[in-house]
């Protein structure tokens, strides 16, 4: 019922809904079926102007209420949207967080690194089985049931030290990280504190993917590696699910041996779904001695918990950051022409989203006007060439300010400043300006940033006064690709008036093809 009232208010065109996401921008992102009524087949809303409180039940599932491994600790190899700034692309070709955690995780990264577009990340008792189709109820964790399968195999006698919700829990991580990593998490870094036991950490797009893999949910990366680790042998099979042939709501996990399971699979939303339960299956394979299991956290606690028992030559687990919505067990309800649904997830950072929620200045149904701050330090500021488009969208200005860490400020061809982040060799924090701007201002400041091409990436910086974060515009994938911020490009304390009348070349000037130099980037720049 829930899905069918969020359907119905977050699209104009419900019935010809395919898939959607909970984007990085704070937006659920809505893709349509070819030739809906929809422009371009995808719309965006703001994740507040939903009925959150008429989507509780049926939308959120009550196991993840009380879950906390949303990083999925366990896995060698985790890949998704936790961290990563937002390049304003759509769902099928958004960078994804790439988190290797060990050796294992590295083999299952180096096998499709060639097909990857890889960006350094901004900051571093025996009992019988439970018979399919009990009511979660009956199940050991009662409400806070997962479903992750293993209580649908003789494995279940061993629930109480696998189960991520009973007991000591999700705690166990803590236990099982030595074993699985081969060391503790460091608490004094910050990765580790966030994400886990890291070894590496970068952002990753699939821009070489194999036929049949594109377009499929965050960029194939997923797909990719479980078709190159299979094809080369590296495994003799997969987990991964499906959906059910008679109820595509319905999760169906399967044991893949061959690449066209596993596209198969493409598509199908990281979810609640009883991955475990196959464990049978491989037992009755002989020739499954190196499997890739696929999961999400709770799933992948249980696995690492009787991995000893299983008897294969080599486990590769790679995660995924889990993104259910809960059980669909009426998939007529999914909305009121669900014939053409066929995928929902929730996806965001929590704490972007809740600083969100402080920031709607007027809410009326669907119509929202959001205040963002936004940090300047280039052309942006007041007497510089692109303010005017600040003064266009009646943008507030706040305050002068500066990061409040030292921070590498560069200057790039046509005398473009760009901020690259902290720095230790950084002279200071950068100065530069806060101001207040409304959604269409801020998707303004994005096309004349040229952010959907990878120019500058809209992330959140951390500032000395006028409040603790905003917006803020720094190198992105392409421009570092190119070689802004590399050993030859000139390091500047501030960007000053000077400097701008003597370097500065506007987009209209500049070679075709260079970044961000769209038609429309061009209009807003003149």
Sequence with gaps: ???????????????????????????????HTSGSPIEDDYETIPYFCLPSNELAHGVIAEPCRSCFDYPNALADLVVGYMGVPYYSL?????????????????????????????????????????????????????????RCGICDTYYISHVKDACAFIGDGMSRIEQLEPEVHGKSRDYSSMDDLHFGITQDMFYATNVRPTDGVQPAQWTGIVTQIAIDMLDSGMVDAVVC???????????????????????????????????????????????????????????????RSIEKYLGLEKLYIMGTNC?????????????????????????????????????????????????????????????????????KFDARFVC????????????????????????????????????????????????????????????????????????????GPASIAAGIGSEGCAVIEAYDREMHESHYVPKSGRRDGSLGTSAEAQRLNK
């Design 1 to 31: 019922d829930g899905l069918e009232k969020f359907l119905n208010v977050a699209s104009k065109s419900p019935d010809t809904v395919l898939g959607y996401e909970f984007m990085q921008d704070y937006r659920v992102h809505i893709k």
């Design 90 to 146: 759509p769902m099928t070709r958004h960078p994804q967080y790439v988190t290797v955690r060990n050796e294992r995780g590295q083999e299952m990264v180096d096998l499709v690194k060639s097909r990857l577009d890889i960006v350094p990340t901004v900051s571093s008792g025996d009992r019988k089985p439970i018979a399919v189709g009990t009511a979660r109820e009956r199940y050991p964790a009662k409400e806070h049931c997962s």
């Design 241 to 303: 699910v499906q959906s059910d042939e008679k109820d595509r709501f319905t999760p169906k996990p399967v044991v893949a041996r061959t690449r066209e399971d596993i596209i198969a699979a493409k598509g199908v939303k990281p979810s609640l779904s009883p991955n475990l339960n196959v464990l049978a299956t491989i037992e009755a394979l002989p020739d499954v001695q190196k499997l890739l299991f696929i999961g999400v956290g709770c799933q992948v606690q249980a696995l």
């Design 323 to 391: 993104t259910d919505n809960g059980p669909s067990a009426e998939p007529e309800l999914a909305s009121s022409e669900f014939d053409t649904s066929q995928v929902r997830t929730f996806l965001g950072r929590m704490s972007a989203a809740f600083a969100r929620l402080a920031m709607p200045v007027a809410s009326s149904g669907a119509d929202v006007t959001w205040r963002h701050r936004v940090f300047v330090y280039g052309t942006l500021k007041r007497g510089f060439h692109n303010h005017r488009l600040l003064e």
């Design 400 to 475: 002068e300010t500066r990061t409040r860490e030292p921070m590498r400020l560069v200057l790039g061809d046509y005398g473009v400043p760009y901020l690259m982040g902290p720095h230790p060799d950084a002279a200071g924090p950068v100065l530069g300006e806060l101001w207040e701007v409304d959604d269409e201002a801020l998707g303004a400041l994005d096309v004349l940033e040229g952010v959907d091409v990878g120019m500058y990436t809209r992330t959140r910086v951390e500032l000395d006064e006028g409040g603790k974060y905003a917006f803020g515009y720094v190198a």
